[in-house]
């Protein structure tokens, strides 16, 4: 069974400032991980996914992340926050032999002008 | 591209009423996903169908019923509604394999009183 942590249920900005978002798992098999964004109103929408090929992942609107195997962790990093990336975040593991995907808890980010 | 449609995008149910939530996609997806979305909980999975023709419970199916009405509809139906089941809930579709991303549509907001 896979499991994610999401730590931090809120994190706050400024605009221009580095964005870090910390995601740690637990999968008994090799992972896939994935980064959903979600804005108000809306579905989720995926920024990237990792599926074991290169360990930096970059995705969308400027955003990438590192898979750590040693950490067990999935962090995703933006080097430069803009007003638009105000949404709630979610990291999500699956696993080859598994079909539940296994969301966290959800990040939401304010920025700051 | 319409991608997922989910059908209604707001109810009011009172305790003890039934109702169906549709759910279509239109691009050719495999696998089909009933999601609820609870503050601080992220994404709990209800049900889910691998393929026509199959469905299996997922983490929080007591409650529910879904049918997998043909490739392109998954409904779920709520037999007899209970306030605990106010939630935010989503269909996603998925084209195959647990490495491809999942497409939301945009929710149904119930609420049971």
């Known amino acids: 069974a896979q499991s994610v942590t999401q730590l931090g249920s809120h994190v706050s900005v400024s605009e221009g400032a580095l964005v870090l978002l910390r995601c740690n798992y637990s999968s008994s098999v090799p992972p896939y991980l994935f980064w959903y964004v979600q804005y108000p109103n809306q579905g989720l929408q995926l920024l990237l996914k990792y599926t074991s090929a290169a360990t930096l992942v970059k995705g969308i609107n400027g955003f990438e992340a590192e898979f750590k195997k040693s950490e067990t962790s999935f962090h995703l990093t933006k080097p430069s926050a803009h007003m638009s990336d105000a949404a709630e975040y979610f990291c999500a593991v699956s696993a080859s032999n598994d079909y539940k995907l296994s969301f966290g808890a959800g990040t939401t980010v304010t920025v700051r002008a | 591209n319409a991608g997922v449609t989910q059908t209604p995008k707001f109810q009011v149910l009172k305790t003890g009423q039934s109702m169906t939530l549709q759910c279509a996609q239109d691009m050719n997806h495999n696998s089909m996903y009933w999601y609820r979305q609870d503050p601080g909980m992220g994404l709990r999975l209800i049900y889910y169908?691998?393929?026509?023709?199959?469905?299996d419970k997922g983490e929080v199916p007591n409650g529910y019923n879904v049918s997998r009405l043909n490739k392109r509809e998954f409904s779920l139906r709520l037999e007899s509604a209970a306030p605990s089941q106010t939630s935010v809930y989503f269909c996603?579709?998925?084209?195959?394999?647990?490495?491809?991303?999942?497409?939301f549509g945009n929710g149904t907001r119930l609420t049971v009183t």
């Open positions: 996603a579709s998925q084209r195959a394999g647990m490495d491809s991303p999942l497409h």
């Open positions: 169908s691998a393929s026509e023709g199959t469905t």
